[in-house]
């Protein structure tokens, strides 16, 4: 059994911005921009409410790069940006998660029930402090498909079926991928997990490497520790998959349940 780290949500290089953790401990959640129009989500930039805030994630931010859109220009702005949907992946209401990156569906794919899948993201406090990146939810796996360029219309169309609140499903037409070039690792998850309602857990620390002329992001030892990280390497700046040598009901016991678990007003990490 095994629990793999997959670094989401949005960030400086498709928002411009990063979610806020507020001084109490609470948090906000906001998903990357999706790549394509083309969608049944219904979430937009726009429409995305935060949860402790009166905001929406179109207040974060004044324009926002999905994806490259042509003639070497890329921003979305304006009206265009309220409207934009959201890449809802993952999909806490559903527990539903997906990825083509080929480092992440490598480690999502030997996924089994009862191991689990945890996310982190960049979060930033409002006083504009140092960014960190945080341990932000989870949920246990039950099932794990995988659609590869080779997979048949009809298997891949079950699949999708199989996963209809997923992001990638949303986007697919006619039991093809938005990417049909790429495989794509698709998790369905269980209770218990779901997001965090405050109090993320920080994994990474800043600071200046020996070798290297300048600071960066590395996963914090303690956090290696005690969630036994064996794959996926230091340094966290491009968002690495990391998979601990860990069980997921020795995963949860860690960090705790999301809406009970104790956190930074209690001094606990889950490093513990």
């Known amino acids: 059994m095994t629990v793999v780290l997959a670094g989401v949500g949005a960030d400086t290089t498709n928002v411009g911005t990063l979610a806020p953790l507020y001084d109490d401990g609470r948090f906000e959640y906001v998903p990357i921009p999706e790549k394509t129009r083309e969608t049944t989500e219904t979430a937009t930039v726009g429409s995305w409410a935060l949860r402790y805030d009166d905001r929406t994630a179109a207040d974060l931010t004044t324009r926002i790069d999905p994806q490259p859109i042509g003639d070497g220009e890329s921003a979305v702005t304006g009206a265009a940006l309220e409207s934009w949907p959201l890449h809802r992946d993952p999909n806490f209401a559903a527990l539903t998660y997906g990825e083509h990156r080929e480092r992440y569906v490598s480690r999502l794919r030997t996924l089994e029930d009862g191991d689990v899948v945890g996310f982190y993201a960049g979060l930033r406090r409002p006083d504009g402090g140092r960014a960190h990146r945080y341990l932000i939810g989870y949920f246990t796996v039950g099932t794990v498909d995988v659609i590869t360029p080779e997979t048949p219309r009809e298997e891949c169309e079950r699949i999708l079926e199989a996963h209809a609140g997923n992001a990638h499903a949303k986007r697919a037409r006619g039991g093809t991928l938005y990417r049909e070039e790429k495989t794509v690792a698709l998790v369905a998850g269980r209770e218990p997990g779901g997001l965090f309602e405050r109090d993320p857990i920080r994994i990474s620390d800043y600071y200046v490497k020996a070798g290297n002329e300048r600071a960066q992001y590395y996963l914090r030892e303690e956090v290696r520790e005690a ?43 889950g490093c513990g």
Do not use: H, Q
């Open 227 to 269: 969630w036994r990280i064996v794959e996926g390497g230091d340094n966290m700046t491009f968002k690495p998959a990391y998979r601990c040598d860990l069980s997921g009901p020795a995963f949860v016991d860690r960090v705790g349940r999301p809406g009970t678990r104790a956190g930074l007003e209690s001094g606990s990490d």
